[in-house]
């Protein structure tokens, strides 16, 4: 009963954390159809950030996120004009993967310049250390601050999806391009704005779940796979999916772990497997986005 | 939306320079053999003492070309070739260890081990495109590799596999220690391989394989399956992927789990755009020039070497679609594009 908890609890956070990271993958590979490997490393670069606001400059840990996610968005615009506008549209499927493996191992490679090889961590506020009472049982605090940031997550983005004028347009645009930019809809600043939306949840992501998902320079190519798979499951662009996919994924993952250790990833890339053969185009194959 | 730019590329060029390209082309492409060979004895005499990397270069050709045909020839997007190549590699290192050691029948061993992995794996995954086909190859990856660690009677787990003494090649060549039968045995390998794979593409079979990659809509139109001409392509290549493994075993002697590894095979495909897929040759420029560059920058520092084969990676994408063999094409058609 008690490994039950722990791995309900532990299970709930993982998955939230995936979550988060790869709703922005999601969002982008369903409205702007483009695989983006480097997905992994812009979440990296947010907790070196996070993790030199707190640890170089002594910032507190809010600001630290807020400055992490700012910079993120900010140093992947110019990218996002530069290079991923090039490459929009799933018939350049190979050249999405290439170009943002290419720009993972650049990102690594600087990451392991300036911080170096060894693991950064982010320090954790008083607040967010300890543990939190709940009924019969106590969970550690951050678990708690993680699981409820995911929940808010899927609240904003569903509020932002489905009750605001950009979101309306987001849909229009994931339903069909050029309709919606016919009917005057300014796609490229849709696709600027989406981007910007994806970059800022991996960063927040990338922040957050320091603890679960250590920082170190292969990170980037480390948990990629992890982020396409609750994309693929979930299916591209769908929220909702993201999130029961990331869940499933994190309670399965942390499972096999907690109860037959010794087999590693083995249940995680078997579930997939029979997933994604029942259903090729993701769980929640309904309306994208 | 890029692809309509790359049509209109494609589209462009005058059709008497499209007349003249074929001709020239099939004249390179029918020296393509002879010259490769001429190149690898020709390196086997200056690089004496880089044998062993040869080898591997050799060898990791073999496998790449493998993923030519099932990328460049079938258009099935994967990063799950390293299954292939690895599955072949442990079949022969094991074989080698308990049952024979004639390194032709090794060599044969892998190519069924790969083939046989491809055919099931294939049959299994190959009716998703896209997205969640590249998935189901990673989790294939990942599988194999796992199961491959837990069998660790068999295949020394983490440790790797070693032990790997082949007997002398056709009971006259001893696979000496400075490398010298093992680099012409890998080499001559290449060479039937590329011969065999040539044939295969042009046959109708591969025709139809292109047929698929370009519409399959229109192949099934007329009456093909398109997922049975897929299916076969990966099990084909699937053996060319197993024989690289066994040639990569019975070289070194040794087989390690990164063989089955994600990184190993995503390193496949970076090799073969570089060289340009889609193009026997491509596959085997592209290898020659990652590994001799990783071999020379590695030795420096890994994270330079990443930061140099991204940046390639990138430029290779954004300025040279066609990858390092196009350039050929580029002269030959004496065209700007």
């Known amino acids: 009963m008690e490994t039950l908890f722990g791995i309900v609890v532990d299970g709930v956070a993982y998955g939230m954390i995936l979550f988060i990271i790869s709703v922005g993958l999601s969002v982008t590979l369903g409205l702007m159809r483009v695989v983006n490997l480097a997905h992994g490393a812009f979440a990296m670069v947010a907790g070196y950030v996070a993790s030199y606001a707190a640890q170089g400059l002594g910032l507190p840990y809010a600001v630290g996120l807020v400055a992490a996610i700012l910079f993120t968005v900010l140093a992947t615009l110019p990218l996002e004009k530069l290079l991923y506008r090039r490459i929009y549209g799933s018939a350049n499927e190979l050249a999405q993967v290439l170009l943002t493996i290419g720009l993972t191992f650049v990102i690594v490679a600087g990451i392991n310049y300036l911080f170096g090889p060894t693991l950064k961590r982010i320090p954790l506020p008083d607040a967010l250390l300890g543990t939190v009472a709940i009924g019969p049982k106590s969970i550690p605090v951050h678990r708690a601050f993680v699981i409820a940031m995911g929940a808010a997550t899927v609240l904003g983005l569903w509020w932002l999806l489905e009750r605001t004028d950009f979101g309306i347009k987001l849909r229009a645009a994931v339903d069909d391009p050029n309709m919606a930019a016919a009917l005057g809809i300014r796609t490229e600043r849709l696709y600027t704005a989406t981007f910007a939306l994806g970059t800022g949840l991996a960063a927040l992501g990338g922040v957050l779940g320091a603890e679960l998902l250590p920082l170190e320079p292969y990170y980037a190519i480390r948990y990629i796979v992890l982020f396409l798979a609750v994309v693929a499951v979930g299916g591209a662009g769908n929220i909702l999916g993201s999130a029961a996919a990331a869940l499933a994924l994190g309670i399965v993952d942390t499972a096999g772990k907690y109860l037959i250790p010794s087999f590693g990833e083995f249940f995680f890339y078997a579930a997939l497997i029979l997933i994604l053969f029942r259903w090729p185009h993701g769980f929640f194959q309904g309306r994208a986005a | ?237 699937g053996v060319f992927a197993g024989v690289a493994g066994a040639l990569t075993a019975v070289t070194s002697g040794i087989v390690g789990l990164d063989s089955v590894s994600f990184s190993w095979s995503a390193e496949a495909l970076v090799m073969l755009v570089l060289g340009g897929a889609g193009r026997l040759v491509g596959a085997i420029i592209g290898t020659v020039a990652f590994m001799t560059i990783h071999h020379v920058m590695a030795a420096i520092d890994p994270f330079h070497w990443m930061l140099f084969i991204g940046l390639f990676l990138m430029g290779t994408v954004l300025f040279l679609p066609g990858g390092i063999a196009s350039l050929a094409d580029r002269f030959i058609k004496g065209n700007r594009a």
């Open chain 2, 1 to 237: 939306m890029s692809g309509r730019h790359m049509g209109a590329v494609a589209a462009d060029q005058p059709p008497q320079v499209a007349a003249r390209g074929p001709r020239l082309r099939r004249t390179l492409g029918g020296a393509a053999v002879p010259l490769l060979a001429a190149a690898g004895l020709a390196a086997f005499w200056l690089f004496p003492n880089d044998l062993g990397l040869m080898t591997r270069i050799a060898a990791t050709a073999l496998y790449v070309l493998s993923l030519d045909l099932v990328l460049g020839f079938g258009g099935i997007a994967t990063l799950g070739q390293a299954a292939m190549f690895g599955t072949g590699a442990y079949a022969a290192g094991i074989a080698a260890v308990h049952l024979v050691s004639d390194p032709l029948v090794l060599l044969a061993v892998g190519g069924l081990a790969g083939g046989l992995v491809a055919l099931v794996t294939g049959a299994l995954i190959l009716h998703a495109r896209g997205l969640t086909l590249l998935m189901l190859t990673i989790a294939v990856v990942q599988i194999v590799q796992e199961v491959v660690n837990k069998a660790r009677d068999l295949t020394g787990g983490s440790d790797g596999l070693s032990g790997i003494e082949p007997s002398p090649l056709f009971g006259l060549f001893r696979f000496d220690m400075f490398g010298r039968t093992s680099y012409l045995f890998a080499l001559a390998v290449l060479l039937v391989g590329v011969l065999v794979a040539r044939r295969i593409v042009r046959s109708p079979f591969g025709l139809a394989c292109r047929g698929v990659k370009e519409d399959p809509l229109r192949v099934a139109a007329l009456g093909g399956s398109p997922r049975r001409y897929l299916v076969t392509l990966y099990a084909v290549a």
